[in-house]
Nanobody, 120 residues
Framework: QVQLVESGGGLVQPGGSLRLSCAAS????????MGWYRQAPGKERELVAS??????TNYADSVKGRFFISRDNKNTLYLQMNSLKPEDTADYYC???????????????WGRGTQVTVSS
């Protein structure tokens, strides 16, 4: 069973930085892409950033130039968040689209989330 565990959330002042991590455990044959999503109170979950197995990245317009996604070769995903704004306050979730064998379909896994609060 694949599990994703996020860490690194917390309270930060506007203009500050945080680095989120997402550690994947369990057997993964192949990863299609991994990403970070967020959900603020009363709002739908939205894509923040994603990265393909080839390293191609994609960012929401609201975070371009401030957030940076990366991953290492052990399926650990990171999100460096700089110049944080109050509107970045949300629960942040890690997502991984993986296959467990050479012939299986892609499966989406989600972490339980980590809370980020940007406030003075």
């Amino acid at each position: 069973q694949v599990q994703l565990v996020e860490s690194g959330g917390g309270l930060v002042q506007p203009g500050g930085s945080l680095r989120l991590s997402c550690a994947a455990s369990g057997y993964i044959f192949r990863t299609n892409h991994m990403g970070w999503y967020r959900q603020a109170p009363g709002k739908e979950r939205e894509l923040v950033a994603s990265i393909t197995s080839g390293g191609r990245t994609n960012y929401a317009d609201s975070v371009k130039g401030r957030f940076f996604i990366s991953r290492d070769n052990k399926n650990t995903l990171y999100l460096q968040m700089n110049s944080l704004k109050p509107e970045d306050t949300a629960d942040y979730y890690c997502n991984a689209r993986v296959s467990l064998t050479a012939i299986s379909n892609w499966i989406d896994y989600w972490g339980r989330g980590t809370q980020v609060t940007v406030s003075s």
